[in-house]
């Protein structure tokens, strides 16, 4: 085979792997925003900041919308089988790993603690602790930055890094139009300003990931950030 039609190969190959990641993420967001979105349009939207209000209809509501990602990891865990723990980053060997993991977990934990101390609505809080990091942080790292990832992984950076979390940073224009209907005028800030700071944060997550060796850190990380938003409450 000549190196031309070599190189057409690994292009259309790249471009196969692309629109499978695009699909993933199409799959894993669309239909759970758009039962959120279609909830908020009857005015039944249920919010995690009022979750003891009605806590096993909110519960239901989150199971909906990671449903598709647990189906995507059960998958992964059948496929991959011995492999998963080290293909998708899941091992914690080493000493520092372990340090920076241990560290995360103790900041939420914290922020957990005070939050019961301080506040009335403890089971508002313990909802959102596992919310935050469960259905937002580990679902979103496991299905942007291990299986998509994974499908582009022999791929050269730009690839590896720019597709996933472009795809990353649209999964999130429902929730940040608050599932109301998305405007002209929002779409153009979320095009020019919001996309940006979400493509960023997701490349560094990807980073730590590859880095550090373990998908962990970034989950721990990015439920920190989240969770700590109870401190408004």
């Given amino acids: 085979m000549s190196s031309k039609n070599v190189n057409q190969t690994t292009i259309w190959k790249a471009i196969y792997r692309s ?7 199409i799959v894993m967001f669309l239909p759970g925003s758009g039962y959120l979105y279609w909830r908020s349009t009857r005015g ?33 865990v059948f496929l991959l089988k011995k492999e998963f723990p080290s293909r998708m980053y899941f091992n914690l060997k080493g000493m520092w790993q372990r340090i920076s993991v241990a560290i995360l977990c103790f900041a939420i934990l914290g922020i957990t603690i005070y939050c019961l101390i301080t506040k009335t609505d403890n089971l508002t809080i313990l909802f959102n602790l596992v919310y935050y990091v469960v259905a937002v942080a580990f679902v979103e ?59 960023f944060a997701g490349c560094v997550s990807q980073l730590l990931k590859e880095k550090s060796g373990t998908i962990w850190i970034p989950i721990l990380l990015h439920a920190l950030m989240d969770f700590s938003y109870v401190l408004k409450y």
């Fill in 19 to 25: 629109i499978l990641v695009l699909a993933i993420c």
């Fill in 44 to 76: 039944e939207l249920l919010s995690v900041q009022n979750a003891s209000d009605d806590i096993l209809a909110i519960s239901y509501q989150t199971f909906l919308t990671i449903l598709f990602p647990i189906v995507l990891f059960v998958l992964f």
């Fill in 141 to 199: 790292e496991f299905v942007v930055r291990d299986v998509c990832t994974d499908l582009l992984r022999s791929y050269t950076w730009p690839i590896r890094y720019l597709v996933p979390n472009i795809c990353f940073a649209f999964m999130h224009i429902f929730s940040y139009a608050h599932f109301q209907p998305i405007t002209g005028s929002f779409l153009l800030h979320f095009v020019t300003s919001d996309v940006n700071g979400l493509v």
